[in-house]
Structure formats: C-alpha cells, structure tokens
Nanobody, 114 residues
Framework: QVLLVESGGGWVQPGGSLRLSCAAS????????MDWYRQAPGKQREWVAR???????TYADPVKGRFTISRDNAKNTVYLQMNSLKPEDTAVYYC????????WGQGTQVTVSS
C-alpha cells in the first residue's frame, strides 16, 4: 500500500510563493509518474501537474508558467513550487501516483489571501 504524506502548505499573500512536498513510501517511487491535485472548497478535486519517471512535466492550464513540479528519487519525494499565487489557488493540495492509489494522503492546505 502506498503511503503519501503532503506538507509545506500555509497562508500566503497574492503574488507569494510556497513549496509543497510529498513523501511517498510503499512503492518503487523512481519508476512511477506522480501527480499533484487540488480541491477547493465546494469543488471537485482537479489535476494540477504531472512528472514522469524520466522527469517530463505537464501542467493544467490555470497553473502553467507559475507552478513547477519536480522530484528527488533518492528521497522518494515530489515537490510543487508555486509562484505568483492567486486567491483562486486556495485549496487542499494532494499528491498521488499514476494511476492513483485509492488511499490518498491528508493533503496540505494552501490559502492565498490578503
């Protein structure tokens, strides 16, 4: 069973930055693609970004050019660097493998407001 632990969220003013981390265990991390998702209040969970095992990245249009996904296979960790944050980025952020595990982590709250 995959165990996913997200961290790094918090409160930030519009235009600010945060770096999220996701530590994974219970899988051969270096061989699997990883995704970041987010869920805003009252909305469905949405996909944010993906990084393949070889480091190829893709992004959802709302975050393209502002967010950067990366991974450190030695640490079994995937990161999400978020810059130029907007109030609409406020959400709980989750990571998961591809295809997603049925067992999600607790997520990390990101709040963007002045």
């Amino acid at each position: 069973q995959v165990l996913l632990v997200e961290s790094g969220g918090g409160w930030v003013q519009p235009g600010g930055s945060l770096r999220l981390s996701c530590a994974a265990s219970g899988t051969i991390f270096s061989l699997i693609p990883m995704d970041w998702y987010r869920q805003a209040p009252g909305k469905q969970r949405e996909w944010v970004a993906r990084i393949t095992s070889k480091g190829t990245t893709t992004y959802a249009d709302p975050v393209k050019g502002r967010f950067t996904i990366s991974r450190d296979n030695a640490k079994n960790t995937v990161y999400l660097q978020m810059n130029s944050l907007k109030p609409e980025d406020t959400a709980v952020y989750y990571c998961n493998k591809v295809p997603p595990s049925a067992s999600w982590g607790q997520g990390t709250q990101v709040t963007v407001s002045s």
